[in-house]
């Protein structure tokens, strides 16, 4: 027979257990609402099938290969993957060194990830790459293979890429602010050394230490000269080439790898405390370093962002409404507590077995 005594004691820890829940719930305590339930799984490139590396590949090329939709934005941007670096180079100065930095390439990945599956029948989502495996030589990593691969460096007096899946790639956009057509090759010319000295998980680790999002971000992210150039920049010029160019550095298709790794270090750092970072933002609106793109920034408030700051593509995903910091925080889609008016537009994840 049980006593009085244990049966008041199970009841006290009952009465207990439901006072506390909703205090200790992280859904609660991160306020999020409504996320998806059945996201995309972006996984580290090495970790695909041969077969899933080339369906990428092939729905790549297929954007590459359709005409562009933006020809009022950019007449030089003739094919469908061009409207892409049309609308990244346009907004070069607003975006970058910015605290909308990270939300905005969020959002423009997944209007990537979104244009591959619509318009080019890809059933799979957006891979990454984790750089910090392939620090020591880049030149020897998975994704740069000439089979199911990127292909490698850049060939002859202007580098052009001849191997793998984008050999003989013409870029028909102009580089920098200017419209025109201005044809030329894909290229790369591997930096090697920068990339050993930033792609690497001391430098990843520096990042996932930061307690804020401000310091993370800036830390990330990088800053306009060489000698704190960031994994960002460093992901950028250690490749050089294409993907070395400032305003049309998504020529060369491995600039959204490269982006989905950084909005993959941007999550794993927002879930290592998500009551307190899922909904942590700051950042100037104008560049910190206000000379760097040239842009004009006269009608720009002198503050920092917030979560109601508004973000836009042009007319990239054949609309032109307005998505905020606040609906990209969660990668699941999730709406803030409160807020459900302005609902998280993602729905995806990362594969964290690699
Ligand atoms: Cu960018």
């Known amino acids: 027979m049980k006593s009085p005594i244990t049966i008041l004691g199970l009841f006290v820890l009952a009465l207990s257990g439901v006072s506390a829940a909703p205090a200790a ?18 996984k580290e490139w090495r970790t695909l099938s041969d077969s899933e590396k080339d369906a990428y590949l092939a729905a790549v090329n297929c954007l590459h290969k359709l005409p562009a939709k933006l020809t009022n934005l950019a007449p030089g941007a003739l094919t469908r993957f061009e409207d892409f670096i049309a609308e990244h180079k346009f907004q070069t ?63 002859g007096a202007q580098q ?40 690497t998980t001391a430098k990843y680790d520096e990042i996932k230490r930061q307690t804020t999002y401000g310091t993370m971000a800036r830390t990330l992210e990088g800053e306009p000269n060489f000698t704190q150039v960031g994994m960002h920049g460093a992901g950028h010029f250690g490749l050089g ?21 950084l909005d993959r270090i941007w999550w794993e750092w927002q879930h290592q405390n998500e009551n307190t970072r899922l909904w942590d933002i700051s950042g100037s609106i104008i560049p910190r370093d206000r000379a760097a793109f040239g842009g004009d920034y006269s009608q720009l408030p002198n503050r920092d ?5 508004a973000m836009n593509l042009g007319t990239l995903g054949g609309d032109a409404a ?7 925080m969660d990668v699941l889609g999730g709406s ?3 807020k459900a008016n302005q609902p998280g537009v993602l729905c995806y994840t990362y594969d964290t077995t690699k």
Not at 25 to 42: H, Y
Not at 97 to 116: A, C, D, I, N, S
């Open 336 to 338: 803030q507590d409160g």
């Open 241 to 261: 080439g294409s993907n070395g160019e400032a305003y049309t550095s998504n020529s060369d298709p491995i600039f959204y790898l490269h982006h989905t790794n």
């Open 93 to 155: 100065p607003y975006i970058h060194l910015v605290g909308h930095f990270l939300p905005w390439h969020r959002l423009f990945m997944w209007q990537y990830e979104k244009t591959l599956r619509n318009e080019c029948g890809y059933t799979g989502a957006q891979p990454y790459w984790d750089y910090t495996k392939d620090s020591n030589d880049i030149s020897r990593a998975p994704v740069f293979t000439a089979q199911h691969g990127f292909g490698g460096n850049g060939q």
């Open 322 to 328: 307005k998505v905020t910091i606040r609906q990209v």
């Open 305 to 309: 962002v917030d979560l109601d700051f």
């Open 25 to 42: 719930s992280p859904a609660a305590a991160a306020a999020v609402q409504a996320r998806c339930t059945n996201p995309l799984v972006r």
């Open 160 to 199: 052009c890429v001849n191997d793998g899946a984008f050999a003989g790639w013409k870029i028909n956009i102009a580089q920098s602010s200017d419209r025109s057509l201005k044809p030329r090759c894909l290229s790369r010319a591997f930096w090697g050394q920068l990339a050993q000295q930033w792609l």
